[in-house]
């Protein structure tokens, strides 16, 4: 077994595992030393008149970090078409991705959701700041065995956004008019958990389990489907503003949800609602607690939603013009090492083969971030650099792993790139020349939550076989959480005249 660094922000060190097959055979002593190997046994053909430059190639991981993994709105009940509140016997529904992590040592994946108590002014339901976990402590889900009743994990907080009146009171919805926001006298408090089944002014509040029921079942792998209900009636509150003894239903509203590994995601207990939590939404649940709109926070949340990709060691080479010799679009991986790059992020066997591929004049591995001690994969901040010496007419290529990914690696074209242009040499980014790739050998998973990526897989070289063999490039489109090239990976080459 090897273990693999992931370096975040080049100083935290998460370590994560990935374990080799005998085909892989890792050599630790070529790991440690080979920032330094550099094989020179295709150069015995260099023209003597040909200039020989240095060039120092910095490959940095320049995503930009997101406090959370996946969110959405739940405003449409289930059978219907529009968004509406729940009435009595209605449901939301919806469903999430999240592996038992998202990155090493991130605290596990938690739910947290947002949705009105609307027979109040300023009520939500949702969980305590921790979120509901996903995940039991031997990386279990929650609710293997069908649908696991959360409710017991659902709280009633006062928003601290408007003054409490009476139940039933003309400033609270249902009473206000649908489209009404912010009536009511402005409240200038903190958000706080009702603790006792009255508020001021003397309202009696059903106990929770009387208006909601959230239940999570495993639709897996890595996949969950939440149910929020609405299980009250007819006499579920007492609306005294409207008159003695009449009482109501409770509606629900439609909310905001979010998949997350850090605490408070949409408020902090004791603090104003506008700006708090790791949302920061100037709106916070106001717009929710008090209308039911779930819109603003919505809005915010999904600005701060994202995939955190770090990215793996990997192999270069320096080579003729007319070969590829990492892969070849539209053709099965070589079986010289891409595919232990491209699923587990190790590069040792990739590297050895360059060394000794026709037509490769240097090569060598990538694997000790800037900065760090040892070999890793690099984070959100984090870089490997690492140097080449080549003639006009030489290419360059190398592969590094996107590493939230089953089989993906980020690559120049097959043919790789010039390190010449009109003769001077190249310098300067070269991003735009950077694609992203299937490797071909196994099979896609969620981005960030697959249970077979190198993360979360508990052995390497594990997962499905892919159902399509052959190299390819990734359509954008496949999962929306994958972000463009330009905001995970930059590469940058300079090169010097000896
Ligand atoms: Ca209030
Ligand atoms: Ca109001
Ligand atoms: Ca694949
Ligand atoms: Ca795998």
Redesign the pocket.
């Given at each position: 077994m090897k273990k693999l660094s992931l370096v975040l922000n080049c100083t935290v060190l998460l370590a994560f595992t990935a374990c080799t097959e005998t085909d892989v055979a890792i050599d630790e002593t070529a790991i440690e030393s080979n920032q330094e190997t550099v094989s020179e046994t295709k150069g015995e053909n260099v023209q003597e008149n040909l200039e020989m430059v240095d060039f120092t190639i910095t490959i940095e991981n320049v995503v930009t970090p997101k406090p959370i993994f996946q969110s959405g709105v739940f405003a449409v009940p289930v059978g219907g078409s529009d968004p509406a509140p729940l009435f009595p016997g209605d449901a939301y529904e919806f469903e999430i991705d999240a592996g038992p992590h998202a990155l090493p040592g991130d605290g596990g994946t938690r739910l947290s959701f947002v949705t009105m108590f609307v027979q109040s002014n300023d009520l939500f339901f949702a969980p305590d700041e921790e979120g509901i976990a996903l995940y039991n402590e031997d990386g279990s889900p929650i609710c293997e065995n069908g649908p696991l009743d959360v409710t017991d994990q659902v709280l009633l907080w006062d928003s601290g956004t408007e003054v409490n009146e009476p139940t039933g009171s003309p400033n609270q919805k249902p009473q206000q008019a649908p489209d009404t926001e912010d009536q009511g006298e402005d409240e200038n408090g903190v958000v706080t958990e009702i603790t006792s089944n009255s508020c001021s002014f003397g309202n009696i509040l059903p106990e929770t389990s009387e208006v909601i029921k959230v239940t999570i079942e495993y639709v897996g792998p890595a996949r969950f489907k939440v149910r929020i209900k609405n299980v009250s009636d007819a006499t579920t509150i007492a609306v005294p503003a409207k008159g003695e003894d009449v009482r109501a239903p409770v509606p629900v509203s439609p909310g905001v949800y979010a998949v997350h590994t850090m605490p408070a995601p949409f408020f902090v207990e004791g603090v104003a609602a506008s700006g708090a939590g790791l949302i920061a939404s100037s709106e916070g649940v106001e717009n929710i607690a008090e209308d039911g709109f779930p819109e603003a926070l919505a809005m915010d949340t999904k600005a701060a939603s994202g995939l955190i990709v770090p990215l793996s060691p990997g192999a270069w080479a320096i080579h003729e013009k007319d070969i590829q010799p990492i892969y070849s679009i539209g053709s099965p991986d070589f079986g010289e090492g891409l595919e232990a790059v491209a699923e587990d992020g190790i590069p040792t066997m990739l590297a050895a083969s360059l060394a000794e591929k026709a037509g490769v004049r240097f090569s060598g591995a990538f694997d000790t971030p800037v900065g760090a001690d040892g070999p890793g994969a690099i984070g959100p901040g984090g870089s490997y650099q690492f140097t080449c010496s080549g003639t006009d007419g030489d290419y360059l290529s190398l592969a590094t792993m996107f590493v939230q990914s089953?089989?993906?690696f980020y690559s120049f074209a097959p043919n790789g790139i010039a390190l010449f242009e009109d003769g001077a040499p190249r310098a300067g980014d070269v991003t735009d020349y950077i694609y992203l790739y299937?490797?071909?050998?196994?099979?896609?998973e969620y981005p960030g939550a697959g249970l077979s990526q190198v993360i979360r897989q508990r052995d390497g070289d594990s997962g499905e076989a892919?159902p399509d063999m052959n190299v390819r490039l990734i359509n954008p489109s496949v999962q929306s959480n994958v972000p463009a090239t330009v905001n995970v990976i930059k590469v940058t080459i300079s090169g010097t005249s000896k």
């Amino acid at each position: 077994m090897k273990k693999l660094s992931l370096v975040l922000n080049c100083t935290v060190l998460l370590a994560f595992t990935a374990c080799t097959e005998t085909d892989v055979a890792i050599d630790e002593t070529a790991i440690e030393s080979n920032q330094e190997t550099v094989s020179e046994t295709k150069g015995e053909n260099v023209q003597e008149n040909l200039e020989m430059v240095d060039f120092t190639i910095t490959i940095e991981n320049v995503v930009t970090p997101k406090p959370i993994f996946q969110s959405g709105v739940f405003a449409v009940p289930v059978g219907g078409s529009d968004p509406a509140p729940l009435f009595p016997g209605d449901a939301y529904e919806f469903e999430i991705d999240a592996g038992p992590h998202a990155l090493p040592g991130d605290g596990g994946t938690r739910l947290s959701f947002v949705t009105m108590f609307v027979q109040s002014n300023d009520l939500f339901f949702a969980p305590d700041e921790e979120g509901i976990a996903l995940y039991n402590e031997d990386g279990s889900p929650i609710c293997e065995n069908g649908p696991l009743d959360v409710t017991d994990q659902v709280l009633l907080w006062d928003s601290g956004t408007e003054v409490n009146e009476p139940t039933g009171s003309p400033n609270q919805k249902p009473q206000q008019a649908p489209d009404t926001e912010d009536q009511g006298e402005d409240e200038n408090g903190v958000v706080t958990e009702i603790t006792s089944n009255s508020c001021s002014f003397g309202n009696i509040l059903p106990e929770t389990s009387e208006v909601i029921k959230v239940t999570i079942e495993y639709v897996g792998p890595a996949r969950f489907k939440v149910r929020i209900k609405n299980v009250s009636d007819a006499t579920t509150i007492a609306v005294p503003a409207k008159g003695e003894d009449v009482r109501a239903p409770v509606p629900v509203s439609p909310g905001v949800y979010a998949v997350h590994t850090m605490p408070a995601p949409f408020f902090v207990e004791g603090v104003a609602a506008s700006g708090a939590g790791l949302i920061a939404s100037s709106e916070g649940v106001e717009n929710i607690a008090e209308d039911g709109f779930p819109e603003a926070l919505a809005m915010d949340t999904k600005a701060a939603s994202g995939l955190i990709v770090p990215l793996s060691p990997g192999a270069w080479a320096i080579h003729e013009k007319d070969i590829q010799p990492i892969y070849s679009i539209g053709s099965p991986d070589f079986g010289e090492g891409l595919e232990a790059v491209a699923e587990d992020g190790i590069p040792t066997m990739l590297a050895a083969s360059l060394a000794e591929k026709a037509g490769v004049r240097f090569s060598g591995a990538f694997d000790t971030p800037v900065g760090a001690d040892g070999p890793g994969a690099i984070g959100p901040g984090g870089s490997y650099q690492f140097t080449c010496s080549g003639t006009d007419g030489d290419y360059l290529s190398l592969a590094t792993m996107f590493v939230q990914s089953n089989d993906w690696f980020y690559s120049f074209a097959p043919n790789g790139i010039a390190l010449f242009e009109d003769g001077a040499p190249r310098a300067g980014d070269v991003t735009d020349y950077i694609y992203l790739y299937d490797a071909g050998t196994e099979a896609d998973e969620y981005p960030g939550a697959g249970l077979s990526q190198v993360i979360r897989q508990r052995d390497g070289d594990s997962g499905e076989a892919d159902p399509d063999m052959n190299v390819r490039l990734i359509n954008p489109s496949v999962q929306s959480n994958v972000p463009a090239t330009v905001n995970v990976i930059k590469v940058t080459i300079s090169g010097t005249s000896k």
